[in-house]
């Protein structure tokens, strides 16, 4: 038996996200980077909704721009036992725009705090309790996404 493998390549729209003026997602945003990645034969991008768009508008913007979803990217400060319940929450409305534009993977991750941004990939001020914390709270967010997203 022969398998097909289809491969799919996709993006994340972050270089116009971060910009000089921070983080902006939005609407117009979004139709930038979907123009620009499908001119150049992007087919997939990630989900990255922002917070005033359901995933069928966001559907809808990809099939505009001739772009399908791709797992998108959630992170979080759960380096910060305190805010793991908002977390949970925030994931929740990540894994069920996932489920509602056909996805079933996404990325998870702590959100980076400075010390990481200045040193990066060096294991920097190890601390054993906060990389408890941040397990807990990975944990708290995954069981929160067994709707069927991985």
């Known amino acids: 038996m022969s398998t097909t493998l289809k491969h799919r390549t996709a993006i994340n729209p972050l270089p116009w996200i971060l910009g000089d003026?921070?983080?902006?997602?939005?609407?117009?945003?979004?139709?930038?980077?979907?123009?620009?990645?499908?001119?150049?034969g992007f087919t997939h991008l990630t989900i990255e909704l922002p917070a005033d768009m359901t995933p069928a508008e966001y559907g809808a913007l990809l099939s505009e721009h001739s772009l399908a979803a791709a797992p998108g990217y959630f992170s979080a400060p759960f380096h910060d036992r305190q805010r793991h319940a908002q977390a949970v929450g925030d994931i929740k409305r990540h894994a069920h725009a996932h489920l509602q534009l056909g996805v079933d993977t996404a990325f998870i991750a702590t959100d980076l705090i400075p010390d990481r941004i200045a040193h990066p990939a060096v294991?920097?001020?190890p601390d054993a309790d906060r990389t408890l914390?941040?397990?807990?709270?990975?944990?708290?967010?995954?069981?929160?996404?067994?709707?069927?997203?991985?």
Request: charge should be negative; charged fraction near 15%.
């Open 133 to 150: 914390v941040i397990a807990d709270g990975l944990a708290a967010a995954a069981a929160a996404t067994a709707e069927g997203v991985r």
């Open 21 to 40: 003026g921070g983080y902006r997602l939005d609407r117009g945003i979004l139709q930038e980077a979907m123009t620009a990645l499908s001119q150049v």
């Open 123 to 125: 294991g920097f001020a």
